[in-house]
């Protein structure tokens, strides 16, 4: 273990806090208090006796002893003076609340340098972030309003806004929360730190993630995939994804947003549930803090309205989710308790004649707790308070607490109004381990993320014993960057294993002489490092079925080209491919977070119609392309879509696994790459990469 989180360990839960600040220390302090903190408490500050009713040392110096954990609230630039007093006396771990830091251009980069280079080895929460809260083991380093109780057992929070954090504590949700930590400018410490702490507890169930951007990608890829092999979801609610929003984040602590198609690329490798708002980011960490996940889509319904019934079939169908019907067998058990009038499907709408009637619920409830589904939810709306009493309501959660008692299975209520589910009912229900999900539409998206969850985890440890998940840091590049002309390019991915056609590099008079010699139909193009897009600059002839057509096309060519400045001293004369099914394109940008990707996508005249494609990060195998490909909403046109000939798929893998295999040897010369397009040719008969441009950094 290192030492930074080793001491991180301590900061989580330290034996001693010494606090330093002025007034403002009064929050700290009071939550501190309201936590129960046991351990040892001191206030540093010179020009106080007290603060909040606590004796206050003049001086660092002043301390008995060594403390654990501090909680700095100075300014900017004496905080780095703190901090390295700190360090110097032998402190685990400090939060830094204040801002003034990287968040603030070039010179807050400095300080902030400073601030890292005075903390060495010392855990450093911050800057520009509130700090953490531990509410199993009852510790406060927070500088605003505190909610929440002690729990034994439940998820954790990792916000890179503390405003998101704090407001993620004021939930009325039910939702059992473990730690919040506010990471803010993630100076010395980034997210895969916390979560890799957060790992070694055995009461986090899943960890829920408000970032912005990541400092280090591969080191996140790291715990990641120790989360996927220790079956702990990590949810994620992801921000940056406009232009604007990117913007913000890098102003709001210095994190650079990065491509947001890389960042879904990355959840999806390993399988991180990404959310869209904080309240599906509740209500999925709550399914699965209370509930087993579900192993597969079948989905049990228990509704008492037809409305309620149609709602849920509508939005569990949206989600993807099968509501299979009842066996006969399970229908016959139903016969007993139901009216002949009653419908046995499913949703099954048990209607008024069990309502409040606490013997035959159970029953019915039971019954559908031991058919073949792997989750069961009753839609349960309660009535306000102020309407009169809620007994039958309560009769109905009585009798799937007894229900459930004996069903191994995920078990959920969803309402369809938050405010419709009363915390009383809903502390039974999680004393249960029953999940009281409020609100329809961010119920059912938890109950599909869970399921998703199984089945993304189950896919990608399948491939991580085939190939390395974690991902390479990228290098940054500052050398200038160079064009391949088509030839070159060609040759150096041949020599990787992608199939090219045969070709002949000459001269426009060597073109002359030699063109009576060449098999037709070829294809004609100028070779420059200078051209990049042929066609729109009339470089490029196809299909030339004779000498004399191509001695003409040479010769216009040429003229062409002269006129707009771009002389050109070679042509490129290839083999036409005349058999193909399909277009792909194969394609590599580099990004300054995650270096360089794969980008496969449809081709031809749909690229720019379908905008198909779909990123793959490296390393990746050939499992992972092919389900990359079959992905593609064009992927149908190569698979003998009206009665055409199918195309040569394992083919196009081996292309792009050609194409990886460059890429990991170029890892930090690479800038970008285009294979297109790649011409798919029929079953058994493979691909041909018809032009392809490499751009690298130069040595």
């Known amino acids: 273990m290192s030492a930074k989180k080793e001491n991180l360990r301590h900061l989580m839960n330290p034996s001693s806090i010494v606090l330093v600040g002025g007034s403002s220390l009064e929050r700290p302090i009071q939550n501190i208090r309201h936590m129960g903190y046991e351990g040892k408490l001191w206030v540093i ?4 006796s007290t603060i909040a009713g606590e004796p206050c040392l003049a001086s660092l110096h002043d301390l008995p002893e060594v403390p654990d954990a501090a909680f700095i609230a100075v300014n900017a630039q004496v905080t780095v003076e703190v901090v390295q007093a700190l360090r110097e006396l032998g402190c685990k771990g400090a939060v830094c609340y204040a801002a003034g830091f990287a968040e603030m251009g070039e010179t807050g980069e400095q300080l902030q340098q400073a601030l890292v280079d005075a903390a060495g080895d010392m855990a450093l929460v911050g800057p520009n972030c509130y700090g953490i809260l531990n509410f199993v083991d009852k510790v406060a380093l927070w500088p605003d309003r505190l909610r929440g109780e002690r729990v034994y057992k439940g998820i954790a929070i990792i916000s890179q806004s503390g405003n998101v954090a704090l407001n993620l504590t004021m939930h009325d949700r039910s939702l059992p929360i473990t730690h919040v930590i506010s990471v803010g400018n993630q100076a010395s410490l980034e997210v895969g730190d916390y979560i890799d702490l957060l790992l070694d507890d055995k009461r986090v169930s899943a960890i829920g993630l408000y970032i912005e951007g990541l400092k280090d990608v591969a080191r996140f890829s790291h715990v990641a995939l120790r989360a996927l092999h220790l079956g702990i979801p990590l949810v994620v609610l992801k921000t940056g994804v406009s232009e604007l929003g990117a913007q913000l984040a890098l102003s709001h602590t210095s994190s650079l947003a990065g491509r947001d198609d890389m960042y879904q690329a990355l959840f999806e490798r390993f399988a991180l549930l ?9 209500e999925t960490l709550k399914l699965a803090a209370l509930t087993p996940i579900p192993h597969g889509n079948k989905i049990g319904v228990l509704t008492c309205s037809g409305g309620d019934s149609a709602l849920l079939a509508d939005a569990l169908e949206q989600q993807g989710l099968h509501m299979p019907a009842l066996s006969t067998d399970h229908n016959q058990l139903l016969d007993k308790w139901l009216p002949s009038f009653a419908s046995r499907s499913n949703p099954l709408d048990y209607n008024t004649s ?15 707790m031991h058919a073949d589904f792997d989750a069961v939810v009753l839609a349960l709306d309660f009535p306000q308070p102020n309407t009169g009493h809620d007994d039958e309501w309560q009769c109905q959660v009585n009798a799937l607490i007894a229900a459930s008692r004996e069903a191994n299975k995920t078990i959920a209520v969803i309402s369809n109004f938050v405010e419709l589910l009363p915390e009383n009912a809903r502390q039974r229900l999680e004393q249960a381990g029953i999940a009281p999900l409020q609100g329809l539409q961010d119920g059912v998206t938890a109950l599909a993320k869970l399921v998703t969850y199984h089945q993304q985890r189950q ?7 085939a190939v390395p998940l974690t991902l390479h840091s990228p290098q940054t590049r500052d050398q200038p960057i160079r064009m391949l002309d088509e030839h070159a390019s060609k040759n150096l991915l041949a020599q990787y294993g992608l199939s090219v056609p045969k070709s002949v590099v000459v001269t426009l008079e060597q073109l002359i002489e030699q063109a009576h010699t060449l098999d037709y139909p070829v294809v004609l193009k100028a070779l420059s490092a200078q051209i990049a897009h042929k066609t729109e600059l009339g470089a490029v002839s196809l299909n030339l079925s004779q000498p004399t057509e191509l001695i003409a096309a040479a010769t216009t060519m040429a003229e062409r080209l002269a006129a707009q400045n771009l002389p050109i001293e070679h042509f490129l004369i290839e083999q036409m491919v005349s058999d193909g099914v399909g277009e792909l394109i194969i394609g590599v940008k580099r990004d300054p977070l995650f270096g360089p990707a794969l980008i496969l996508g449809t081709g031809g005249v749909l690229v ?21 490909l079959m992905s593609l909403k064009g992927t149908t046109l190569l698979q003998g879509f009206r009665n055409k000939a199918k195309g040569d798929l394992d083919a196009v893998i ?46």
Do not use: C, K
């Open 354 to 368: 069990v309502w409040g009637n606490l013997e035959a619920s159970t029953a019915v409830f039971s019954t559908m």
């Open 274 to 282: 990404r959310v869209e708002s904080l309240s599906a980011m509740v």
């Open 608 to 628: 720019n119609l379908l905008n198909d494609s779909a990123i793959i990060l490296l390393p990746t195998s050939p499992e992972m392309i092919r389900s990359a």
């Open 654 to 699: 081996n292309a792009v696994m050609a194409v990886a295999r460059f890429v990991q040897d170029h890892w930090d010369s690479v800038h970008e790459l285009d294979v297109n397009p790649l011409i798919v040719r029929p079953t058994s008969t493979g691909v041909i990469a018809v032009d392809a441009l490499i751009y690298l950094h130069a040595a």
């Open 459 to 465: 896919r990608s440890l399948a491939y991580a014993h």
């Open 45 to 48: 500050n010179p020009h106080h």
